[in-house]
């Protein structure tokens, strides 16, 4: 069985259909019409009253979406039962929220994956081991992440676009650019700079559309575009080298769970529950979560 414990998001919606064809579900959601929907889609899904209850039942593994700020204590009341766990990202947005949240991974770092779903898409693995073995070809890379938060803008979980709580924009959309130059060229990454802007949902709490800027020691720099403002959803990495640009573009296609990773993101998890350590090193996912952190305080 396996064990979603929040739907404060629309991904573990997502997870949950590609659960049920291998496991059984277990549920919690403080949130009745989330639950609602979530009972709809799942209607053999075993619901329980709070989080305690859920891992009372035993569940092989456990797929966490709770707003950012509540990450940590929910977190470690699942590696208390030594299980492994998928947070849906991103599980820090800002300095404070990290630092509670680094000594409950320490625990068991092992058990913790937290990713964007990107990082498991097919094009981009296959794109990322064309430079494994020569990184030095890279002379800068730029990654643009196109999303809109136009719901956001009309009132959809405002402690996503609250800063302070689930990072706003420049955290929520730019984790899936950070992730992908990470997973490209390493952790050993710093902030040059961020800039943010609202140039038409006047409503955010927080922005929509932002820059980061990156470099990695001895290495290329890069740039992260956010485009909140858009009437598509793509992600694309650029990387310029001698010989001159690569692009890899990754768009939803006709199977969006597979384009875009999720089903990915799921055989990662399910090999945890089979016995097998995080497959992304929590010194990676930190960085990500770093530079988030560092590039939403510049901008505030």
Known sequence: MIALAGLATSHPYTDARTLAARSALAVWEPDAQRLARFRAEHPDAEVFDDLTALLDAKPDGVVLTVPTPQVAPALAAVLDRDLPCFVNKPAAATARQLAVLDPVVSRAPHRVLSSSVLRFA???????????????????????????????????????????????????????????????????????????????????????????????????????????????????????????????????????????????????????????????????????????????????
Do not use: C, K
Not at 129 to 143: E, N
Not at 165 to 190: K, N, R
Not at 241 to 263: F, V
């Open 122 to 300: 097919p094009q981009f693995e296959e794109f990322r081991a064309r430079y494994a073995g020569d990184p030095a070809a890279i002379l800068s890379v730029r990654a643009t992440v196109r999303h809109s938060v136009q719901p956001w803008a009309e009132g959809l979980n405002p402690w996503q676009d609250d800063p302070a709580e689930g990072g706003g924009t420049l955290v929520t959309m730019g984790i899936h650019g950070v992730e992908l130059l990470v997973a490209l060229l390493g952790p050993e990454v710093t902030v040059a700079g961020a800039v943010s802007a609202v140039r038409r949902y006047r409503s955010l709490r927080s922005e929509d559309t932002g820059l980061i800027a990156l470099g990695w020691p001895g290495g290329p720099v890069g740039a992260i575009e956010v485009l909140g403002v858009t009437d598509d959803e793509a992600y694309a990495v650029t990387v310029e080298t001698a010989e001159g640009p690569h692009t890899m573009t990754l768009t939803g296609g006709d199977d969006p769970e597979t384009a875009l990773g999720y089903r990915g993101t799921i055989a990662a998890f399910l090999s945890m529950v089979a016995g097998e350590p995080s497959p992304v090193r929590w010194t990676e996912t930190r960085a990500v979560l770093s530079v988030l952190a560092t590039a939403r305080a510049m901008t505030r």
